[in-house]
């Protein structure tokens, strides 16, 4: 799709769209003054002038509101994005809690007046915007052009008449410019009534202001000509469009569709159906749905079945089908409601033991007053059609929910059909929820009305736990109640029952010459150095700083040869800088350039240090005296000297004096030099000396690296393997760089080898990152089909498909398109469909092949996966690629369960991070364009761009509540120019949000760190998922787990720490269902290490919650009798004790026996319990010698061996009672043992 700007360029085609647009419609009057039009009393009275925002209310107020709002907005936008709808009792409870409204809140719920709500009558949704509105600017809402926008949305979906002249009039009393967005949504609601000639004054408007005619515009004619009677010019448009350059959107051929269903037309409707699929103009099931939703209300719904044949059910064809009936059940169309219901995929309710996919159908019906007769048909359909087990009962809940009982209570009689007590338990339930008593005496009332007698389990679970006593349900109860509760209060025991960045582009010879004499001079001429300063260090310092993690390992022999050079002329630098640059190469994985960096700090005294320690070599070995410990320290000052030959020559004369240490620091040496046999005889001459001795994991590596070069590493790879070295996620890191550098030198053959090798071995298991060397090997010697071979095959042994991404952009610019196809039917086998439509689209939007990209992304059934956009989002970030972001971000526009204010936000961040305020602006029309309710975080950085470039911010900026959080580093960068916070001063900023329950900023925090190729430490990841499953957020938790995931390392986080909080999670929503499912299917799995969820079970238990702790217990169970998995139950168990439930514990006990025989599991919590303090003085003071003979008899008849210090008090405890021990006393002091734990 062709983009107009308002550029030069682009206002030229504007311009020509002018007059092509002239030449193809007829009877329209381009000068025709406004035509007024009488609006209905009231509609549009108070909502222009805004007042300004009140600043009464506390800064503490402002912020929990803030918090509320967040809440709100997940809670809305999660809803919209899921279902396509929200309901009316939500929208006014967040409606009624606003007290200090932001301009983003109230676009918020202003938006949410319209389409939104299928389930209320046009007219009430308007009459609700109005209430909003007029309510908001009494709370002090400032409103700008974006609010006056929502305003006109809401308008155009509830088909409310309305006069534009007039609103455009009321924006300009209230001092609010209208712009591009404005005059489109005017234009289109002359064209929902037929007036061609109002439409042509706003587009007189448009030219006036050189705004650009887009593709929005010219469905809005297409509309306004069909109404006005005039279906042939509405058929010109689409010429017209192409005309001008424009090709027809699928919204054109829509607006075309409508055209042809309000007349009936069902010949030209398929004409445009074909004309539209010839155009690749792929029309999605939403589509087709509004051509009926049209055919219905115009009275043409003979044709309705053959348009439900054309439905394909894509993915998210059932939330947009239950949209579509609701609306028409609004509008008084049951029976073509009915009839989409029918069309549902019968495989949707294979997914539920009890299908009742009709629930919302019938909820609605009840609501909307639908006639008898109608009822017990679509009731008797849907059995039928086993849609719904039991639709009549629903029905009577429903009925019974709305208090509209009369006429179902006539239904159920006409079909003998008994009313039962359980039928009253959902309002029951919500009432008990709620503490709602006097609600459940209503519903008992009901039951009697209705001949219905509670039965035991009625009272007991839903009426009695009401009332706080039997007293308090007599008081409130009608005599029945009370003579009931006092029967029933016997059977209720509830109370008792216990509820759980770059400067340096490319290095060269020539350049390093050059960095060597900007060196040299900034050290040695005195017009640098005064005072002390040391500019020199300060321009390596930066020179390091400004390579990236690549440009390093690429060029790290020419740095080597850089620092020798200066360590060749003396230079020298400071510790600090020193340890700057270390830092540096530390985390660029690059120790071998360490030790050469090391040269230009140590040069100044390692010359005196090797001779001072050679003279007393020689003065220990004329004493005869042990020469290892100084042999080492010389052999490791040459070492980081580089002088190797002096420390072979050393090693060769004190040959018997050589310990561990110094054999291992020269083959690290002989490494560095590329001298492998040398290495190898150190080596062999270690094992010589001591077969059982190993080196550490790093010099392991560093061997292997070296030898890998000469194919002879796999012998040491099984070295390490024999000698059981310790790989841990640093490790792991340093192979992964390690292959990387011998991909760059040696080849695909050499990394194969060591990579079979590693992984036969067990050394590493599979990832992602240690697969991809290979991969890189074919890729950077130009052979693709070498590269994908070995992602495939890397696929097929280990289950990772290392950059494919790679690959595929690689053969999409070939045009090798056979390999493609294989790629890609390899790609949907392994890993599913969507993945590889994903995969292919990122390629194309790579390539620059958008018209692909297109096809790709409007595949039918695909939705949004919000990891996979993030991925390629950032990327696009990172590598400036403002072309390919912003597409994706237009082409993602229909995409189902996308999130289009995350979307905008990357292509603001990039804008930000070119200083781009022309398309930030663009983006924020475009915004208002789709409707889309931006965030806080997104209007902030939209106004920073602005505000940056001196531009006038179109909306209200919303206030920054805790500014005492932000001081510290914004003092720190404005008095210490690039500042930067280190990873512990960011990881205690996330804790700190955290423990304040300032999820979202903590999530920032975390963000812009990873962002920064900054760590977060373990405490503060763990912290924050905490934060996130107290407050429910289940999709914040797996996007941090994925962020966690990204940096390749787990620091050494356990997975259950993710699962563990995702429960905790599912339960604060009110889901234990799916908290138990998550937590089964760890148990379950074949690869399960039975891991703890204690943490569950406390959190759980601290909270009080029966329902989930009964969930929880039930699943343990039955994991326990079933699986033969202990782990839960243990669990459960052990926090009983530890909170004191002892009477629960031994319930737990009696229902598992084999918690009993969990040892492991027990000793390590007697052990833990041992270790608080007081619990030594507490045995002392017991002195209960009856239990202590019995245990310790228990204690030899297991065989267990009793330690000195019980024995002792045992035999105490015996001397005490005038009793002799069985057994000698142990010559151990008690009171000195007591004091020296404590």
């Known amino acids: 799709m062709k983009h107009v700007s308002i550029t030069k360029v682009y206002l030229e085609e504007s311009q020509a769209c002018w007059r092509s647009y002239k030449r193809g419609c007829t009877g329209v009057s381009w000068m025709h003054a406004f035509r007024l039009w009488p609006y209905a009393a009231g509609c549009v009275r108070n909502y222009a002038v805004a007042t300004e925002q009140k600043d009464e209310g506390s800064i503490a107020v402002r912020s929990k509101q803030a918090q509320q709002f967040d809440w709100a907005l997940s809670k809305l936008d999660s809803s919209v994005r899921r279902t396509g709808r929200i309901t009316r009792t939500l929208l006014l409870r967040i409606f009624h809690d606003v007290s200090y409204p932001s301009g983003n809140q109230a676009l918020l719920l202003l938006r949410s007046c319209g389409s939104l709500l299928p389930e209320v009558p046009l007219e009430e949704r308007t009459e609700l915007a109005h209430r909003v509105w007029e309510k908001l600017q009494e709370l002090g809402a400032q409103y700008d052009a974006s609010h006056y926008n929502a305003l006109l949305k809401v308008y155009l979906q509830n088909e409310f008449k309305f006069s534009p002249t007039d609103f455009l009039a009321k924006m300009e009393a209230a001092n609010v410019q209208p712009n591009r967005v404005t005059y489109q949504r005017l234009i289109a609601a002359y064209c929902q009534t037929g007036d061609i000639e109002g439409a042509s004054t706003i587009l007189g408007f448009m030219k006036n202001k050189d705004l650009p005619i887009t593709e929005a515009v010219f469905s809005s004619l297409v509309t306004g000509h069909a109404r006005a009677g005039d279906i042939e010019s509405a058929k010109n448009i689409l010429p017209v469009m192409r005309g001008a350059g424009i090709e027809p959107t ?87 409601a009915f009839l989409i219901l029918m069309a549902f995929p019968t495989l949707q309710s294979d997914n539920f033991n009890d299908p009742n996919l009709g629930n919302f159908f019938l909820r609605h019906c009840i609501s909307m007053d639908t006639s008898l007769e109608k009822l017990i048909r679509y009731c008797k359909g849907l059995q039928e059609s086993s849609l719904h087990s039991s639709p009549l009962s629903f029905t009577l809940y429903c009925a019974l929910e709305a208090k509209k009982t009369g006429t179902l209570m006539k239904l159920f009689k006409e079909q003998e059909l008994p009313v039962r ?62 003579l009931s509760c006092h029967f029933m209060w016997l059977f209720k025991l509830f109370f008792l029952v216990p509820a759980v960045i770059c400067v340096v582009k490319s290095i060269c010879v020539k350049f390093l010459f050059l960095f060597f004499q900007i060196t040299e001079l900034l050290y040695k001429d005195e017009r640098f150095s005064k005072e002390g300063i040391k500019p020199a260090a300060f321009f390596l310092y930066n020179l390091m700083d400004n390579m990236t993690e690549g440009q390093v390992q690429a060029q790290e022999d020419k740095l080597r040869s850089f620092f020798n050079q200066l360590h060749t002329q003396n230079i020298t630098i400071s510790m600090n800088l020193f340890r700057g640059i270390k830092n540096i190469l530390v985390s660029y994985h690059i120790p071998e350039l360490i030790k050469v960096q090391s040269l230009i700090f140590t040069c100044f005294s390692s010359c005196a240090t090797v001779l001072a320690l050679e003279n007393r070599l ?133 990394i194969r080898r060591l990579q079979d090798t590693i992984f036969t071995l067990g050394l590493a298991k599979p990832t992602a990152n240690l697969c991809s060397p290979v991969v890189t090997a074919y890729l950077d010697s130009n052979d693709v089909p070498g590269a994908l071979e070995a992602a495939l095959e890397c696929q097929k042994r280990y289950n990772h498909l290392p950059r494919i991404h790679d690959i595929i952009v690689a053969l999409v610019e070939r045009g090798d398109t056979d390999l493609l196809q294989k790629a890609m039917d390899f790609v949907s086998q392994e890993r599913g469909e969507m993945i590889m439509l994903y995969d292919l689209f990122f390629a194309f939007l790579q390539t620059g092949r958008y018209r692909e990209a297109r096809k790709i992304i409007e595949t039918p059934g695909l939705r949004a996966k919000p990891g996979r956009l993030q991925w390629y989002s950032e990327k696009c970030i990172v590598n ?36 781009n305020w022309q398309k930030a602006e663009a983006m924020w029309t475009k915004m208002q364009e789709e409707n889309v309710i931006p965030r806080e975080r997104t209007l902030h950085l939209l106004a920073d761009i602005l505000k940056s470039n001196g531009q006038e911010v179109p909306f209200e900026v919303p206030e920054v509540i805790s500014k005492k959080m932000f001081s510290l580093p914004v003092s720190a960068e404005s008095r210490v120019p690039g500042f930067k916070l280190t990873d512990v001063a960011n990881s205690m900023f996330i804790i700190t949000y955290s423990k304040k329950d300032q999820v979202k900023d903590a999530l920032e925090k975390l963000k812009s760190m990873l962002q920064l190729d900054h760590v977060p430490s373990h405490l503060a990841i763990t912290r924050l998922v905490q934060a996130l499953g107290n407050h429910g957020d289940v999709a914040g938790i797996q996007q941090v787990e994925s962020q966690i995931q990204s940096l390749g390392t787990r620091l050494n986080l356990s997975s259950m720490v993710f699962v563990n909080n995702t429960a905790l999670a599912h339960i604060k929503n009110g889901d234990v269902e799916s908290a138990v499912e998550l937590l089964e299917g760890i148990y379950t799995s074949p690869d399960s290490t039975s891991p703890s969820m204690s943490f569950v079970f406390r959190k759980v238990l601290e909270g009080g919650n029966d329902r989930a702790l009964d969930k929880l217990s039930a699943m343990a169970e039955r994991l326990a009798n079933h699986f033969a998995c202990y782990r839960p139950a243990s669990d459960l168990f052990l926090q009983l004790l530890d909170m004191d439930k002892v009477e629960d514990a031994k319930f737990m006990l009696a229902r598992c026996n084999a918690v009993a025989e969990q040892k492991e599991v027990l000793l390590s919590f007697v052990a833990q319990k041992a270790q608080v303090p007081g619990q030594v003085t507490s045995l002392i003071l017991d002195k209960d010698l009856t239990s202590a003979k019995a245990l310790y008899e228990q204690m030899q008849k297991e065989g267990i061996v009793v330690d000195e210090l019980s024995l002792k008090r045992l035999a105490v405890l015996y001397r005490n009672a005038g009793e002799t021990a069985p057994f000698p006393e142990p010559p151990v002091s008690l009171t000195n043992t007591q004091t020296q734990r404590r």
């Open 421 to 482: 007590p359980h039928y009253f338990w959902p309002l029951l339930v919500q009432h008990g929820k709620e503490d709602n008593a006097a609600g459940v005496v209503e519903v008992m009332k009901s039951m009697q009305e209705l001949g219905v007698s509670p039965d035991v389990e009625t009272f007991s679970n839903y009426v009695l736990p009401v009332f706080p006593s039997r007293e308090a349900a007599q008081q409130t109860g009608s005599g029945m109640v009370g």
């Open 618 to 750: 020689a003065e220990l070995k004329a004493e005869n005296k042990p020469l290892n410990i100084v042999l080492k320290q010389i052999i490791q000052t040459l070492s980081a000297e580089e002088n190797l030959q002096r420390a072979l020559e050393l090693k060769q004369q004190h040959e018997q004096d050589m310990t561990v240490g110094a054999y291992a620091t020269l083959i690290n040496l002989c490494c560095r030099h590329n001298n492998v046999d040398e290495a190898l005889n150190l080596k062999r001459e270690l094992s010589r000396m001591d077969s059982s001795i190993a080196l550490d994991t790093s010099k392991y590596i560093t061997l292997v690296k070296a030898l890998a070069l000469n194919d002879r590493a796999v012998d040491i790879l099984k070295e390490m393997k024999e000698k059981n070295v310790v790989m841990n996620d640093n490790s792991i890191t340093t192979i992964f760089h390690m292959l990387n550098a011998v991909a760059a030198k040696g080849g695909a053959g050499s």
């Open 250 to 336: 699928p919204d054109t051929y829509v607006a075309l569709l409508i055209a042809y269903a309000e007349k009936g037309d069902m010949d030209n409707l398929k004409t445009t159906l074909e004309a539209a699929e010839s155009a690749d103009c792929s029309l999605m099931d939403r589509d087709i749905m509004q051509v009926i939703f049209a055919l219905a209300k115009a009275g043409h719904q003979q044709h309705i079945p053959e348009m439900i044949e054309r439905l394909r059910h894509e993915r998210g064809f059932v939330p947009d089908a239950m949209n579509l009936c609701l609306s028409l059940i609004t509008q008084g169309q049951e029976d073509t």
């Open 880 to 915: 400036n690629q403002m072309e390919a972001l912003e597409q994706m971000v237009e082409m993602t526009s229909k995409l189902f369960e996308c999130d289009r204010d995350d979307m905008y936000s990357y292509v603001l961040r990039l804008c930000k991070d070119t200083n």
